[in-house]
């Protein structure tokens, strides 16, 4: 077959006996011999179908007992909910919709359920296989979702994070990356960066590149928000900045390319990308949930991923109701445990010759956040790589700052003692000082900002935001550091059903959420029109919600989709007179 058509997959095949057994309502059914899980969705005569695999994070969907009129299931990885009579996602409301499967009846009355696959584009124009040398491809890991490859006499450089905090002043690098970091950023030929957030978009460290050298050539994904939305406010003098299309071969030279992907959860900001050099692949997934919504090469050279969870608010930064320390604590622990297995059980299907963590090594080393790093456990890169050699022959690299990997020894010898070298003894591998006082200096000089001085900037902010015409109240508090309500900040509520702002809450049936958000990152974010990243996941909030559900619409409004510029502040205040 040409790998250029789409293909169509038969996924599972009913008799007709199965067929007539059919009950209103939903049907879950296993392909014994592929051990895949389908759903059917029976009314009267007509029939929807899907895979039993959850958007989110493939999770497996059961029944839903809560729900009386047989429609919807529930995930067991994080209770989100499907009506597989719309195939949409109802929690969190307004969120996804799943994938339909074609239906198809034989003559016999029989059933397949299809999949119709489109081409892999990784697949058009295939480049076999060369031989490389001994120092040919090397990969260097500097810190967290950094890495420096060497491609012959091509330097390309993944998403430099190496100075500075991320997400406001929540995360602070775990590693202490070589010193001649700069040097590198300077000398490469190429530099990918997969996506905005802050942990892979350092405009720090980029600051510092701009300085020595803004015309490098950088590459992105055409994602929906653009990457460099914030170029221009950030003062970041870069000059060469290319948005490339999803699934097309980017040639650098004869033997090197390169290919970014979108994320299928988060299409509109997440990529992932694959580089090939004289026909072998390098596949990094970064931080997507589902790269390329979970279609993937398999038998790359070398994978690398994230692995260590807690890039979230959620729930270390949540109180009330069942956020107990107790059930905090458990559910850190299983969902680590969880995504442990996910990615596991990811690598030993995609079978690549090398697996890397990588993305996970970021520290809350702030002493006013030392809650939230002793609650926010992080999955252990050796703990990933044992259960990996233990369920697959995948060879494992757990990095350490500065150390090397070379590509062609490790795949004609993984035993090879050269195929890794790590850094000399005695190199410093973890942080223990971060230089604080300069970047939590800019946030807390919003703090007097004349803006602030007019309780009117708050209707001038959400009405910019444009987020309304959804039944939720929030209240909204500004704090110290310790989020203690600040007596001289401000206190104030917000009902998005019609943008208003109440002294109190509305007499109607409604959810309610109450922030509380340190002053100086909520007054940086809303004067410099940020997104919401910065404080829930820089954990610069303190959340409480009744009833306790995930509004999916708000949040993914003032995470992702908030306006591209900022608020006018300049006319704002000059209307105040």
């Excluded at 900001?269 to 990094?284: A, F, P, R, S």
């Amino acid at each position: 077959m040409d790998n250029k058509e789409q293909a169509a997959e038969i996924l599972l095949s009913l008799s007709p006996l199965e067929v007539g057994g059919l009950k209103d309502g939903i049907n879950f059914f296993r392909n014994k011999s592929s051990g895949k899980n389908y759903i059917l969705y029976k009314d009267k005569n007509h029939l929807r179908a899907c895979k039993n695999m959850c958007k989110h994070q493939g999770g497996l969907f059961i029944k839903d007992i809560e729900d009386l009129d047989g429609r919807s299931v529930r995930c067991t990885k994080h209770n989100w909910k499907l009506d597989v009579s719309t195939m949409k996602y109802i929690n969190p409301p307004g969120s996804f919709c799943q994938d339909e499967l074609v239906i198809e009846m034989d003559e016999n009355n029989g059933l397949l359920l299809i999949e119709l696959n489109p081409p892999n584009p990784w697949d058009a124009d295939p480049h076999p296989p060369k031989d490389l040398a001994f120092g040919e491809v090397q990969i260097t890991y500097l810190t967290h979702a950094c890495m420096d490859l060497k491609l012959g006499d091509k330097k390309m450089i993944f998403d430099p994070w190496l100075t500075g905090p991320a997400f406001a002043r929540g995360w602070w690098l775990l590693h202490e990356p070589p010193s001649d970091w700069l040097e590198r950023l300077c000398q490469a030929d190429l530099i990918y960066i997969s996506h905005m957030h802050s942990d892979h978009l350092s405009y720090p460290t980029l600051k510092r590149l701009a300085d020595r050298r803004p015309n490098i050539p950088i590459y992105v994904g055409n994602t929906e928000r653009p990457v460099f939305w914030n170029l221009k406010q950030s003062g970041v003098a870069l000059t060469n900045i290319h948005v490339v299309p999803f699934g097309t071969w980017q040639k650098v030279d004869r033997n090197l390319r390169f290919m970014i992907l979108m994320d299928g959860v988060h299409p509109e900001m997440d990529t992932c990308i694959i580089v090939e050099y004289k026909g072998h692949k390098i596949l990094n997934t970064v931080d997507c949930t589902r790269p390329n919504g979970g279609r993937l090469p398999e038998k790359v050279d070398l994978m690398m991923s994230d692995f260590a969870g807690g890039a979230s608010g959620f729930p270390m930064t949540f109180s009330g109701g069942k956020f107990t320390e107790e059930w905090k604590a458990q559910f850190i622990k299983t969902e680590r445990k969880k995504l442990l297995n996910y990615k596991a059980q990811l690598v030993k299907d995609l079978q690549p010759r090398i697996y890397c963590p990588f993305a996970g090594y970021f520290v809350e080393s702030h002493p006013s956040d030392k809650y939230i790093k002793e609650t926010n456990t992080k999955n252990d890169p050796n703990e990933l790589n044992n259960l990996i050699k233990k369920i697959s022959n995948v060879s494992t690299w757990t990095p350490q700052p500065g150390a090397v990997l070379d590509l062609g020894r490790m795949l004609k010898d993984p035993t090879d003692s050269k195929s890794i070298i790590n850094p000399p003894s005695g190199t410093k591998i973890y942080k223990d000082s971060w230089d604080f006082a300069p970047y939590l200096q800019t946030l807390n000089d919003a703090i007097e900002d004349e803006i602030f001085l007019h309780s009117s900037w708050i209707k001038e902010y959400f009405t910019w935001a444009g987020f309304k015409n959804y039944n939720l109240v929030i209240r909204m508090i500004e704090t110290d550091e310790d989020f203690n309500t600040l007596p001289t900040g401000y206190n104030y509520l917000v009902d998005f059903l019609d943008l208003s702002f109440p002294a109190e809450r509305p007499s109607r049936n409604h959810p309610y959420e109450e922030i509380r958000s340190r002053v100086g990152v909520i007054r940086h974010v809303v004067k410099h029109g940020l997104l919401w990243d910065d404080l829930y996941i820089g954990f610069q909030t303190r959340l409480q919600r009744d009833p306790d559900i995930y509004h999916h619409l708000f949040w993914n409004h003032f995470q992702i989709k908030l306006p591209l510029t900022p608020p006018n502040w300049k006319s704002f205040l000059m209307q105040q007179g």
